[in-house]
């Protein structure tokens, strides 16, 4: 059984940094690529990004594209997002996903404050 954890989130004022960190217990991460998501309340959940498995390539929502820097450690098995100049848009729990059939973990909370 794999469960999927997202940690790092928290609440931060408008311009501030956050980096989250996704794990995957039951399954070597490092072997997907791995996609980042976020959904605001009453909104539908969002792809703003993702990596390849070797960390050689990564793809960016164009909302999120100059600000939000994905990267990974293999040999740690975790996938990283790196949040900068976040903006109250930004709120929204975030969560991660392999390119694989898993279930969605509980996603981690990002507040960015005005």
């Known amino acids: 059984q794999v469960q999927l954890v997202e940690t790092g989130g928290g609440l931060v004022q408008a311009g501030g940094s956050l980096r989250l960190s996704c794990e995957a217990s039951?399954?070597?991460?490092?072997?997907?690529?791995v996609g980042w998501f976020r959904q605001a309340p009453g909104k539908e959940r969002e792809r703003v990004g993702a990596?390849?498995?070797?960390?050689?390539?990564?793809w960016y929502a164009e909302s999120v594209k100059d600000r939000f820097t994905i990267s990974r450690d293999n040999a740690k098995n975790t996938v990283y997002l790196l949040m900068n100049a976040l903006k109250p848009e930004d709120t929204a729990v975030y969560y991660c996903?392999?390119?694989?059939?898993?279930?969605w973990g509980q996603g981690t909370q990002v507040t960015v404050s005005s």
């Open positions: 990596i390849s498995r070797t960390g050689g390539s990564t």
């Open positions: 996903r392999p390119e694989i059939e898993v279930p």
């Open positions: 039951g399954r070597t991460l490092s072997r997907y690529a």
